[in-house]
């Protein structure tokens, strides 16, 4: 299976980075194709054009290869912090600019109602999270928006239900015994959606 993973972190050597690349690794020791796309190191363009917008639209090469990759995907993973709620900017252009209307999704006129259709074929998605705040207080608190996001308004809107959300908290508090132990379930989830042999 062909499997895209995106990143979204600015600092190498960060925790997200270990995180993506122990993925990787493993899927790859599964016998899959593993992709890493370093949104920052590639200088992904977040900005959405209006010449980009209706569908059909030209698209500029790379965001076209992207939009093709992701849409021939078997499986998505995703890696980001958790900054105010939300996934950082680049990775909202990314959602913005590839993610778009006639790759991920599309909507059908049925009895006069616009309808949704999710276009993805990824037979299930990974979300990768890292925080600074409890998962206690991330959840009762802040009632938790990236589950939100990513499960319902982004993978869901584009039709793929098989989605697996995990934040790694406290991480600044962490120590690399800990860390070690978070890779290492990194490792198994990925054997648990993307197992060898399948």
């Given amino acids: 299976m062909n499997i895209s993973i995106i ?4 600092t190498e050597g960060s925790f997200n980075h ?20 370093d949104l920052y190191r590639e200088k992904f363009d977040p900005m959405l054009e209006t010449g980009e917008i209706a ?11 992207r939009c093709r990759e992701i849409a021939a995907a078997d499986g998505i993973i995703i890696v980001h ?15 913005d600019r590839v993610l778009r209307t006639g790759v991920a999704y599309e909507f059908k006129v049925v009895d006069g109602q616009g309808v949704l259709n999710g276009l993805l074929k990824a037979r299930a998605a990974i979300v990768f999270n890292t925080s600074n705040t409890d998962d206690a207080v991330e959840r009762d608190d ?11 308004c982004v993978f869901g809107f584009c039709g793929l239900t098989n989605v697996h959300r ?23 989830t990925v054997d648990t959606y993307f197992p060898a042999g399948k």
């Fill in 81 to 95: 912090p958790n900054w105010w709620g939300q996934p950082p900017a680049i990775l909202k252009g990314w959602t």
């Fill in 18 to 37: 270990a995180i993506a690349q122990a993925a990787a690794e493993r899927l790859e020791a599964n016998g899959h194709t593993a992709t890493i796309h």
């Fill in 166 to 188: 995990r934040n790694f908290s406290v991480v600044i508090a962490s120590t690399e015994q800990q860390r070690k132990a978070w890779l290492d379930e990194v490792a198994k």
């Fill in 7 to 10: 990143l979204a972190h600015p």
């Fill in 142 to 152: 802040f009632g938790d928006t990236l589950d939100m996001i990513w499960k319902k």
């Fill in 55 to 65: 569908s059909g639209s030209g698209l500029p090469d790379d965001i076209a290869r």
